[in-house]
């Protein structure tokens, strides 16, 4: 079955960076597009990035564009997301997606806090 399992969040002091992992298995990676969406207390989940299958083409929320980058290994079917210059308003918890045969799958979470 399809499984996601992110890594690398903590706590950052602002202006700092961090490097989430997301390691998929259950499926053909190669071939889906991937996204990362954030949830933070009190508020909707929402998308913070999208890449296409093959990487050709990144897709990023206004609040991220220009701080974040999302990138993936098809040979190690992990998506990747560097978070530089990160802000308080980054604080939440961060998910993988992928919206496969009409049905979206998340993994865990993992949780960032940007904070001194």
């Known amino acids: 079955q399809v499984q996601l399992v992110e890594s690398g969040g903590g706590l950052v002091q602002p202006g700092g960076s961090l490097r989430l992992s997301c390691a998929a298995s259950?499926?053909?990676?190669?071939?889906?597009?991937m996204s990362w969406y954030r949830q933070a207390p009190g508020k909707e989940r929402e998308l913070v990035a999208r890449i296409s299958s093959t990487g050709g083409r990144t897709n990023y929320s206004d609040s991220v564009k220009g701080r974040f980058t999302i990138s993936r290994d098809n040979a190690k079917n992990t998506v990747y997301l560097q978070m530089n210059s990160l802000k308080p308003e980054d604080t939440a918890v961060y998910y993988c997606?992928?919206?496969?045969?009409?049905?979206?799958?998340w993994g865990q979470g993992t949780q960032v806090t940007v904070s001194s």
């Open positions: 259950g499926f053909t990676f190669r071939t889906y597009a």
């Open positions: 997606n992928v919206f496969r045969l009409r049905t979206d799958y």
